[in-house]
């Protein structure tokens, strides 16, 4: 009864194609989830992210649900491909906002699967989100989350975010990553839309210490 | 220096074409902001009130930021030109949510409200969601607005969500809008997309009872 229970229970798996992502997939799954993933193309200059992304909804054997988002406005350098990404400053929390951060970005992702979750009676929404090594962005935050599923309550819906990364470490997230066999190979961080990681942004940073804390190869490099 | 102060405010408008939102745009403009209004096309059926919307803002003096939307998933008779259209219940409350509700439709606005409003640095966002005379859609209660300033806290951004005609009815929302000189001719409310008011959806209902009550005749009729 019980294992009947868990396996019916359904959730949209906000999906990028990075690591954290990723993780959080095959977290849900292990929880008895039945996952929808929701991928977005908002303009991103990573694209290949997406790819990375139907691949690994793909090896879960899970649904993939695109939408296409346009900001008329830009406001980020990660939607410009014309921006001079910046370089990781070692040691250092950016005091402002970096220019990587897309105002709105993960309040507008989290809407979309609202109304994804509202028609499909999803249970939780589940976010790759972390508070700890990040770039600072505000969205990330364990605060952000609780208002989010203060929102919601508001709305009536029974569905819930669920930020089961929110408070670990990089290295903790690799570590459980491994244990549940997210295919990290097929996981794209850059933020540049390269051939190869670049190594230097933000990203590819946090992912390289990530791995390195963990003592496990980095398998996508 | 006090009226310097006021001409300096900036706000976002969520302006459909419809008569809350017109009055909503003229309030904000009474009350010193200078506004941009923002207009979603997300394949509703009643295109028409994307029109009325760019003519009033173009009366208003007001520059006008177009977004588009898909909900790929759809879930609502609102989004879907073959649905019948529920005619509006006379005396009574919907149980449950009406099929002209959309998932997460003021959220997924909201949220690229903010993004607009944090790239432009807006002050405020102005939307005309009243809890009165309403179809019972969740996403239009003082308690969801509530909800969603202390997310807007959250993120550390300075910009509010005002939504000044929540608890106010029709009838008020047009004694209102005549005092602030809304060219009521040029809005649109009917759910349906035909040549002329339906006269028979919730929508069409609540205005002409609005206009009754305030003793004043709908002059787009």
């Known amino acids: 009864m019980r294992k009947n229970q868990k396996q019916s229970k359904s959730a949209i798996v906000l999906l990028s194609g990075g690591l954290d992502s990723a993780t959080v997939l095959y977290y849900a799954l292990k929880r008895g989830y039945s996952c ?6 908002y303009g991103q ?20 649900q695109k939408v296409r ?15 001079v990404l910046p370089h990781h400053k070692k040691n250092s929390r950016p005091a402002a906002l970096p220019s990587t951060y897309v105002p709105g970005r993960n309040t507008i992702f989290l809407s979309f699967a609202l109304s ?19 770039s600072g962005y505000p969205d990330c935050r364990p605060g952000y989350y609780g ?10 819906v029974s569905v819930r975010i669920k930020s089961p990364l929110v408070r670990m470490t990089k290295a903790q997230i690799v570590r459980l990553g491994v244990r549940l066999g997210v295919p990290y190979e ?24 990530g791995f390195s804390e963990a003592k496990i190869a980095d398998p996508a490099l």
Do not use: M
């Open 69 to 83: 988002i346009t900001l008329p406005w830009g406001g980020s350098s990660l939607l410009d491909k014309n921006a």
């Open 45 to 64: 200059r990573h694209k290949k992210e997406l790819a990375a992304a139907e691949k690994i909804a793909r090896g879960a054997g899970c649904p993939v």
């Open 36 to 41: 929808r993933c929701l991928l977005f193309d």
């Open 186 to 209: 097929n996981t794209w961080s850059c933020y540049g839309g390269g051939g190869k990681p670049c190594g230097n942004c933000d990203s590819c940073t946090y992912r390289a210490r």
């Open 147 to 156: 208002a989010w599923n203060a929102l919601l309550k508001q709305l009536g």
């Open 116 to 134: 994804y979750a509202e028609t499909t009676k999803a249970d939780a929404l589940f976010i790759g989100a972390n508070a700890v090594d990040f």
